[in-house]
């Protein structure tokens, strides 16, 4: 998993250990997680202007979203607090929603074996579909490390709370972010994660059967359950099959 690796030095056969510092790693990490903080900006401003319209102030919706960042969760829980739900139901609902990041967790304890428990707490908590997505094809490259990771969560929090900031002090005055079409910024994002780590015709087939389950899910259940059900269905379909 780290990113030291062996060199072969000019005009010589011998080889040394190359191990580039944590700053440079760290930095590696930002630069794989721009596009989250590209996509997660919009969204997170969606965020602050909707938490504004529902009485929050704007340090309460910064607050919810630097010590939160569950954006389909935090979007969701505004909707239900919209429309009167209890808080249990409240907390019940996105509890469901993020049932998913158990899936990730469980996932990313293999590439994080070894590393202390405050390092493995912090990763946990950038953990979203986003930077679980980059940093598990990072993994499979044989290329992230700790602080790799930790450079990619950070930048993700960081888009996450500062579009959340904007919109929520600039809500009276953009109005209705759905009119600038905000709301495409996630399934684009996720189109273009996809794109990118699909490398084969069974990543390819995989993300089918995954379309196909939502929909066919998405007709029968409520809104959480066939986001967690579909992804699960497909992944035991894919390890069936290709095993």
Same mark, same amino acid.
């Given at each position: 998993?780290a990113l030291c690796y062996h060199r072969r030095m000019?005009?010589? &056969? ?47 919706? !910064? ?6 960042l569950a954006g389909a969760g935090q979007l969701i829980?505004?909707?239900?607090i919209g429309s009167g739900a209890t808080a249990l ?21 293999? +590439?994080? &074996? ?28 044989? +290329? ?10 950070? !930048? ?21 972010? &759905? ?23 069974? +990543? ?40």
């Open positions: 998993m000019p005009d010589t &056969t011998e080889k040394q250990d190359a191990c580039p510092p944590v700053r440079a790693r760290f930095a590696r990490g930002l630069r794989l997680g721009l596009p989250i903080f590209l996509g997660y900006a919009p969204i997170g401003a969606a965020f602050g202007i909707v938490a504004r319209s529902l009485g929050f102030s704007p340090f309460q919706a !910064i607050v919810c979203s630097g010590t939160a829980a505004l909707q239900l139901a409240v907390v019940f609902t996105t509890a469901v929603v993020n049932l998913r990041y158990v899936l990730f967790g469980a996932a990313m304890s293999q +590439h994080a &074996t070894g590393m202390p428990v405050r390092q493995q707490a912090f990763l946990a908590f950038t953990l979203t579909d986003e930077t679980f997505a980059v940093n598990i094809d990072d993994n499979r490259r044989g +290329h992230a490390d700790f602080w790799s990771m930790a450079g990619v969560g950070v !930048i993700a929090w960081s888009g996450w709370v500062a579009g959340t900031a904007a919109g929520a002090f600039a809500a009276n005055a953009i109005g209705d972010p &759905t009119r600038f079409g905000v709301q495409f910024a996630m399934p684009a994002m996720f189109t273009a994660l996809l794109v990118a780590q699909a490398e084969d015709r069974r +990543h390819v087939m995989t993300a089918l059967v995954a379309a196909g389950f939502a929909v066919a899910l998405m007709l029968s259940l409520p809104d959480p359950w066939y986001l967690i059900l579909a992804p699960i269905g497909a992944a035991t379909v894919a390890t069936a099959v290709t095993r």
